[in-house]
């Protein structure tokens, strides 16, 4: 069995306005060396596959049709074996 760890982020280039709103509430409670906050998700994604290299390829294959929006989010992941 292997553990896929998943990373989405929106797009150096897509306004992120979640992550402003975060900023501004950190900075409201005396954070203020923050400079900015960018939100995403995490995903953990446990599969059965063959191997290592497998487990990869239907990750990459989740990403790019559900997990991640292509147009305005870049990904990466890790896989682990359990």
């Not at 553990?3 to 900023?23: E, I, M, N, Y």
């Not at 409670?29 to 446990?46: I, N, P, Q, T, W």
């Not at 063959?50 to 990459?60: P, T």
């Not at 929006?69 to 359990?82: A, C, D, G, S």
């Amino acid at each position: 069995m292997y553990l896929a760890k998943v990373f989405v982020t929106l797009k150096p280039t897509v306004s992120d306005p979640q992550g402003r709103t975060v900023a501004g509430g950190l900075k409201s409670l005396g954070f203020a060396s923050v400079a900015d906050v960018r939100v995403g998700k995490y995903l953990e994604v446990r599969l059965q596959e063959a191997d290592k290299a497998q487990a990869e390829s239907k990750v990459k294959e989740m990403c790019e049709k559900l997990l991640a929006n292509p147009v305005i989010e870049q990904y990466r992941f890790e896989v682990v074996e359990l």
